[in-house]
């Protein structure tokens, strides 16, 4: 947390009730004592709503497994643990793991990782997936007021493919076809660090209106380029829009219509992707639900804030 954001919390502080502040006094305690991997497994359900595999909510404790609290649902008597439903239910060596989401926090590379947690280079790849898995699909819902959107594009990647390649292979670098690009489909939230976005199979509206459908609220208001495409989307999702022509009305746009911050945000993106040297397509998804997540947080997410989000399957609000 930066200076900026801690003063804000101290302030925030003089409000509170006297039970606001026992209450802020206990976490505060758990933080200090159990600020471990174990800690955020336990709460990664704390005192389960649901059960996983019925949904009913009659849930109580069952022990424990191999060092993690088990539980049990009333209902269908199955038993389950707070890791149940995540990529990380089997994964060995789990005490290692909030020492690999602080690598993943900052931007490590697979090789920096391995040698920092002491994991071969294979192993480090695949636990940057699992922790990647919900991550891609953690999108916010119901974006309001001026939401930009735009398409930026991203080589198509066969990195680490061997076998059944469509084409020769090429050298690191070389020139790409123009029928070689992959489209990806970002818009933010005006005025915050809200985003959202979606690898497109092509540039149509069909397309546009799969990616922006589960993000944008009723309210919402469309800022685009004079790409024609937009103004069915936006019928289509029954929302207001406007738009601008960069040829007539220049690349600051015109007026309300822009998009800036989405411009702002793919330079962010490709600029923080430099370090991979090349992201295969395939994965292309698992990276952007990783760099939403860092630029929400301004690039100041701490190990335990990653793994916290990695064991979600739902969009958290910070």
Known sequence: MNNELFEKLLVSLEGLSDKQRDTVADRVKVLSEHADTTRLFTEKLGHPAACPHCKDTGVVRFG?????QRLRCKSCKRTFTPLTGTPFLRLRDKGKLLAYAGCMAGSETIRSAAREVK????????????????????????????????ETFFRLSYKGQRRGLPRPAK???????DDEWVPVLVAMQRGSRTATDGVLEDLSAASLTAVLRP????????????????PIVAASLGIESGSFVA????????GVWHVQNVNAYDRRLK??????????????????????????FKGSVTGQQFLYHALRPEYVNT
């Open 215 to 230: 993000a944008l609220g009723p309210d919402a208001v469309l800022s685009t380029d004079g790409k024609t495409s937009y």
């Open 171 to 177: 050298k690191r670098g070389g020139p790409s076809p």
């Open 64 to 68: 424990f497994v191999r060092g993690q």
């Open 271 to 296: 600029g923080w992707m430099r370090r991979f040297y090349g992201v295969a397509t395939k994965y292309l998804h698992n990276y952007l639900g990783w760099q939403r997540l860092l630029d929400r």
């Open 119 to 150: 994991l071969t280079v294979d192993r480090s790849f695949r636990w940057r997936h699992r922790f990647l898995k919900l991550l891609a699909e953690q999108r916010p819902q119901g974006m309001t007021g001026v939401v930009e959107a735009d």
């Open 247 to 254: 040829g007539f009305h220049g690349h600051g746009g015109s």
